[in-house]
């Protein structure tokens, strides 16, 4: 028993700001940008919320599913960028839905929270707690960028993306998942509410602190992931004693172009096994996977029995692959 995917769902503001705006920001070129990164342009909340876009993006994978609201009784949401902190984010899905039968929660793994949410609702599933569960990745990074930072300003984007899942009597694919929390400083974000006690004239203060916006070793970040991202996912694949030819496609956390070709030219395997939408939303955290999931799935890509490979990557350190296969 597992979950398999039933349907997807996906959304990005309609805004978007292009390497040309951010040059306007920082010092930097549409040429260097993508040189360096691969990304076009990216999406930026105008209205829309972290809740919003969730909402949003699973409302199109409950209609691609043909679930109704009433059917999901799990609500997992993976975000860094939350607009509200109580209720959860799932809690406040599920009121917009109506899917007033769910157990609803939130979960924070930065850009592996995907990927870490579907193994939780799989493993939900495979116990037999839960029947439907809807998983869903959504960010408001903008809110976290430092716009007056090049190295950081030029990566991230807005957006969410969501999958529905059902418990079948399929393969369960045991998932790799590792944490290494004393290399965390190579990505960091402090709270906005952590003042540690000051009054609220010095808290206010504390806001404009550069310290409560991402932060990030771009150099520290990319070796990390052209190591520990081949290694991951070879360890899945031992795990569940296949090979790399039995993967029709690499689904890996949409962080920088040269990250995904990197991780490509390690495995020894073709470019075209790891599609990239990347020059369009930017690095989008936990929103990543689902949302080119969904892409793929809409444009006719993914066909009924092929292997996908899911892989994320990101804050934490956190790193971690799973195997599904397809079909919806």
Not at 85 to 113: H, R, W, Y
Not at 174 to 192: E, M
Not at 200 to 227: N, P, R, T, W, Y
Not at 288 to 298: F, H, T, V
């Amino acid at each position: 028993m597992t979950g398999i995917i039933c349907g997807t769902g996906s959304y990005a503001p309609s805004y978007t700001m292009d390497n040309n705006d951010i040059a306007k920001l920082v010092e930097t070129s549409d040429e260097w940008i993508q040189e360096r990164t691969g990304v076009v342009r990216r999406h930026i909340i105008q209205g829309e919320t972290t809740v919003s876009m969730a909402c949003e993006a699973a409302k199109r994978a409950l209609d691609n599913a043909e679930v109704t609201p009433e059917e999901i009784d799990l609500i997992l949401v993976s975000t860094i960028s939350s607009n509200v902190i109580l209720p959860c984010a799932a809690c406040e899905v599920q009121k917009e839905l109506g899917a007033m039968n769910a157990t609803c929660f939130d979960l924070s793994a930065a850009c592996t929270g995907f990927v870490l949410a579907y193994n939780t609702a799989a493993a939900y599933l495979a116990g037999g707690i839960y029947k439907t569960a809807l998983i869903i990745g959504s960010e408001s990074l903008s809110n976290l960028t430092n716009w007056k930072d090049r190295g950081t300003c030029i990566l991230f984007g807005d957006g969410a993306g969501a999958a529905v899942l059902k418990a079948e009597d399929q393969k369960f694919y045991l998932p790799v998942t590792h944490s290494d929390g004393l290399k965390g400083v190579a990505l960091t974000c402090k709270s906005r509410h952590d003042c540690n006690g000051l009054t609220s004239e010095i808290a206010a203060e504390s806001l404009v602190d550069e310290a409560h916006f991402m932060q990030m070793d771009g150099q520290a970040v990319f070796k990390f992931a052209v190591k520990k991202v081949p290694e991951v996912i070879r360890e899945a694949l031992k795990r569940n004693k296949m090979t790399q030819e039995e993967i029709d496609w690499y689904i890996l956390h949409q962080a920088n172009r040269r990250i995904v070709e990197a991780v490509a030219k390690r495995l020894e395997e073709p470019i075209e096994k790891f599609p990239m939408n990347l020059q369009e939303y930017g690095n989008t955290s936990s929103a990543s996977i689902p949302i080119l999931l969904d892409e793929m799935n809409r444009t006719g890509k993914l066909k009924a029995g092929q292997k996908i490979m899911m892989a994320g990557f990101g804050a934490g350190l956190t790193w971690g692959a799973t195997i599904i296969e397809w079909h919806s």
